[in-house]
């Protein structure tokens, strides 16, 4: 409601002329005092019935007027109306179309007064019009009729304007699903099996504005044919051998051309003709897809389209539920047909038995695998959440057995304190069968809540315990999380070889790290490799192999120790050849000495006195820098002991050896062996790190301590810098700094043409307890004779090395 008040000159002037307007209306002259109230058009036309207007624009006139003293508007709901005789103007705006609460036409009444008193009412019909309301498909969708098969769906593309929603009528059983946003409309013919579907009609579309008004409708017309193209098979699923070629019969109706689309490396056509699907599969070491989807997209001399579908595949495991059949098969011992292809279990796929709560698929102790198991480069995804003492994808490979090109990802956990665990993600026991191209990265975590145990439990990347066997070309890219190393053997492939076997490593890696957080709990008597965890009376060899996966132990701050750690194995024997380590060991909060840790193998020896037996080290070296508090650091192998006869050849260490620790020291460390018995020869080794930190006993740049008679140092040379403050020391004459070697006690040790260059900066109780080529202990501590046979080639070659020496009383 609006009211206007004359200004007080039109009082003065009474029926006086207003100015002319824009056309050319002028006021009358009223000298009688009547109210003069009139509407013009833009166009001069006295303004008299219905004035329609599209909502939301305002519409304005031009106003004729005399004696309006005052006006009252009154106007339907969402309505304006807007006089002002001094500027001989009004305007009327319509409401917005979605002001759905506005009325869409009706009276706007002008209640007017005049100075004298009279009175009048002027009333002007108005009605708003929406705009255009337009819908329209694109192509020939409302020209053409469109054929359909059961449950098939057509999507129409249209354009629209003003239109906010759609009213479809389709025919009884026909479905659709209108997106006025997106500008599609799908239909759906009725499924099969529908009683009595509606073969021909029309959907009607009609749009629909904000309020609800009708557009112009648009029929779309359909049709939904029983002649459409059928392709059925025998059989839900079809698997081939290798190679082979087969004609599938098949029931083909309706259709007059089909197109085929296959996995990678398989051919396959259909023959209409002859009702035939002629598949052939690829060779089994073709580059190709071993399972897989032929799609079939039919059409009918009617133009009429359907699709279908055929599940392929190389005659072995294709699914996870056949391979849990497979291994139910191997632990009942009967026939393994079905998964065969070329006298080998094959795996044709990918495949996840994560969803599975079993902690052993295939085989038992009295039920071994036998066979071949092939994994043609694919994945089994486990997890493994322990229920049981034994945890492995096979339980048993039997001697004859292989296992081959297979990934395995997932997890591995342990977290039960009632029992002994033997743990492998492939096979808790290998009795002896070869292993090539198989990756692990299963991440395994051991969380030992029975600090009591004194039995031990082996824990392997791919296998926990191995009687022998040949693996070439294996993997392990998991990490280990661990809280304990109490009575544990532990390696990223091979937790525990049995005692006395034989069996080679070849081209195989660990790049996986390991983690060891040990607290509070126990951690001795542990074995931790990079490959192998303790193969501790026997002989296996090892070439080409690398370790790149890191060490992290955090003792937590307790004096807890663990027996040996090394990037290659942890404790045993055999022949080394080629083998490298990259893997830095990383040792805190450790407030005792460890024990043996070196860069290949932490201790060659057996503590349990099973024999002495033999190490054969070639070519091999060690990159990583070692940060440990232990008794025998060595870049290469911590310790040497219970030897029948060793020999370092030709090997190199260039990571620097470190005791983190400022309050406790490590006992021994040397470039290549921290310490070794009798009848160990090394040869041709470098040295090229640095030795640095709290050593009580001995520091040396190639052997740390000859424990034996019988030991020989040939061209072997160390250019790392020694460096050893020192700690109270547990006699007169520790701690011993040597260029090459430190002489226990007074054993009998051979050095021939060595040499040192790296400088030696040490805090000793005398002058003899540092020299740039060897130490001879009881010389110091009683005067024994010097018994080391060392030739003047090494003392020379020696004779520059730069000594800072401090004597601490």
Not at 196 to 222: E, H, N, Q, Y
Not at 664 to 676: L, N
Not at 774 to 782: D, L, V
Request: glycine letters at 10%; hydrophobic letters at 35%.
């Amino acid at each position: 409601m609006r009211k206007s008040l004359l200004y007080p000159a039109y009082l003065l002037l009474g029926a006086s002329m207003l100015l002319a307007a824009s056309c050319d209306i002028e006021d009358v002259e009223a000298d009688d005092g009547a109210i003069v109230f009139e509407l013009y058009d833009t166009q001069g036309t006295l303004v008299e019935g219905l004035q329609s207007m599209k909502f939301g624009t305002t519409t304005a006139y031009t106003l004729k007027s005399a004696f309006v003293t005052y006006t009252e508007i009154t106007a339907p709901t969402g309505w304006k109306c807007n006089v002002i005789p001094s500027s001989r103007s009004c305007t009327v705006t319509a409401p917005v179309a979605a002001d759905l609460e506005a009325k869409p036409g009706g009276e706007i009444t002008v209640a007017i007064q005049s100075q004298a008193g009279r009175t009048m009412i002027y009333t002007l019909a108005v009605a708003a019009l929406e705009e255009n309301i337009k819908l329209t498909f694109e192509g020939d969708a409302t020209t053409k009729r469109r054929v359909y098969s059961f449950g098939k769906s057509i999507t129409y593309n249209f354009e629209c304007e003003n239109t906010t929603s759609l009213e479809v009528e389709a025919p009884e059983g026909w479905k659709y699903q209108a997106d006025t946003d997106a500008g599609t409309l799908t239909v759906t013919a009725p499924e099969k099996g529908t009683a009595d579907p509606v073969l021909t009609g029309d959907v009607k579309v009609t749009p629909l504005s904000v309020r609800g008004t009708a557009g112009a409708s648009s029929s779309i017309p359909v049709e939904l044919s029983t002649r459409m193209p059928v392709i059925s098979f025998a059989e839900q699923a079809y698997k081939f051998t290798f190679g082979e070629q087969r004609d599938i019969a098949c029931t083909i109706s309706n259709v007059a051309k089909c197109d085929i689309t296959a996995p990678k490396g398989w051919t396959v056509a259909l023959d209409i003709e002859n009702s035939l699907l002629k598949v052939t599969a690829p060779a089994a070491d073709a580059d190709c897809d071993g399972t897989g989807i032929v799609g079939m997209n039919a059409t009918s001399d009617e133009e009429l389209t359907a699709e279908f579908t055929l599940p392929i595949a190389w005659k072995g495991i294709s699914t996870a539920d056949e391979f849990v059949a497979f291994g139910q098969a191997v632990t009942d011992g009967t026939p393994l047909d079905d998964y065969t292809n070329d006298g080998r279990i094959v795996l044709a796929g990918d495949i996840d038995l994560s969803a599975y709560d079993q902690n052993i698929f295939a085989g038992s102790a009295q039920k071994p695998f036998s066979g071949t198991f092939d994994g043609l480069g694919h994945t089994i995804r486990v997890n493994f959440t322990a229920k049981q003492a034994e945890v492995g994808l096979f339980h048993t490979l039997a001697a004859e057995a292989a296992v081959r090109n297979l990934v395995l990802e997932g997890s591995l956990s342990w977290t039960m304190s009632d029992a002994r665990p033997m743990l492998g993600t492939l096979a808790v026991y290998n009795n002896g069968a070869p292993v090539s191209g198989v990756t692990t990265r299963v991440a395994v975590n051991y969380d030992n809540t029975d600090a009591s145990t004194k039995t031990y439990s082996w824990i392997g990347g791919l296998i926990c315990f191995s009687k022998g066997g040949v693996y070439t070309d294996c993997r392990n890219e998991g990490t280990f999380t661990m809280n304990s190393a109490r009575y544990i053997a532990v390696g990223g492939l091979v937790g525990r070889g049995e005692d006395k076997s034989e069996g080679s490593f070849t081209n195989c890696s660990n790049t996986g790290n390991f983690e060891l957080a040990f607290g509070e709990l126990a951690v001795d008597s542990g074995r931790i490799g990079g490959l192998v965890g303790m193969a501790e009376t026997a002989e296996w060899s090892f070439t080409d192999c690398t370790n790149e996966g890191a060490f992290n132990i955090d003792h937590g701050g307790t004096n807890k120790q663990f027996h040996s750690l090394g990037g290659i194995l942890g404790n045993g024997y055999g022949t080394f050849t080629n083998c490298v380590n990259k893997g830095r060991m990383t040792m805190t909060n450790a407030l005792a000495a460890n024990r043996r840790m070196g860069g290949i193998v932490g201790c060659v020896g057996s503590d349990n006195g099973k024999g002495a037996m033999s190490l054969t080290m070639s070519n091999c070296r060690n990159e990583a820098n070692l940060s440990l508090t232990t008794n025998y650091i060595g870049g290469l192998v911590g310790i040497a002991e219970k030897l029948k006869a060793g020999h370092i050849e030709n090997c190199t260490n260039t990571g620097n050896i470190t005791n983190p620790s400022t309050t406790s020291a490590a006992s021994q460390a040397a470039g290549i062996i921290g310490c070794a018995y009798g009848n160990c020869t090394i040869r041709g080794c470098v040295n090229r790190g640095d030795i640095t930190g709290l050593f009580r006993y001995r520091a040396a740049g190639i052997l740390s301590a000859a424990r034996s008679t019988g030991n020989l140092l040939e061209s072997c040379e160390n250019h790392g810098n020694l460096n050893v403050p020192t700690l109270e020391a547990a006699t007169t004459a520790f701690p011993l700094v040597a260029g090459i070697v430190g002489v226990e006690q007074d054993y009998v040790t051979t050095i021939r043409t060595c040499k040192n260059t790296g400088s030696i900066t040490a805090t000793v109780k005398s002058e003899a307890c540092a020299n740039p080529v060897y130490i001879f202990q009881k010389a110091i501590e009683s005067g024994t004779a010097d018994k080391t046979d060392c030739d003047q080639a090494s003392k020379d070659a020696s004779a520059g090395t730069v000594m800072n020496i401090t004597l601490k009383q």
